[in-house]
């Protein structure tokens, strides 16, 4: 399935947003900070895409619900989405 720019506006913002605190993570490493703050900043990047790829996965069943009712999603596959993200 497709989803169109404005459905995924606000996940490639937040997607961004974490690319450049995953830089700045990557600047504190090659600067020599603390491994403490370079792993909690790390630990909120991750916690930034996984956000995103959940957004994501929401986002495309709400899609599917809407345009095509509950039995049109595919269960399975939906879990294995979910899944992937664990």
Same mark, same amino acid.
């Given at each position: =399935? #497709?989803? !169109?720019?404005? !459905?995924? &506006?606000?996940?490639?913002? #937040? %997607?961004? +947003?974490?690319?450049?605190?995953?830089?700045?993570?990557? +600047? =504190? %490493?090659?600067?020599?900070? !603390?491994? *403490?703050?370079?792993?909690?900043?790390?630990?909120?990047?991750?916690?930034?895409?996984? +956000?995103?790829?959940?957004? %994501?996965?929401?986002?495309? %069943? !709400?899609?599917?619900?809407?345009?095509?009712?509950?039995?049109?999603?595919?269960? &399975?596959? =939906? *879990?294995?989405?979910?899944?992937?993200?664990?």
């Amino acid at each position: =399935m #497709r989803l !169109e720019p404005e !459905e995924t &506006k606000a996940i490639i913002t #937040r %997607l961004k +947003r974490a690319n450049g605190h995953l830089a700045s993570v990557i +600047r =504190m %490493l090659e600067e020599g900070s !603390e491994c *403490e703050d370079a792993l909690t900043q790390l630990a909120a990047v991750n916690k930034a895409i996984s +956000r995103g790829g959940y957004a %994501l996965v929401a986002t495309g %069943l !709400e899609k599917c619900l809407t345009e095509g009712g509950p039995d049109t999603v595919d269960t &399975k596959k =939906m *879990e294995k989405l979910f899944l992937a993200l664990a």
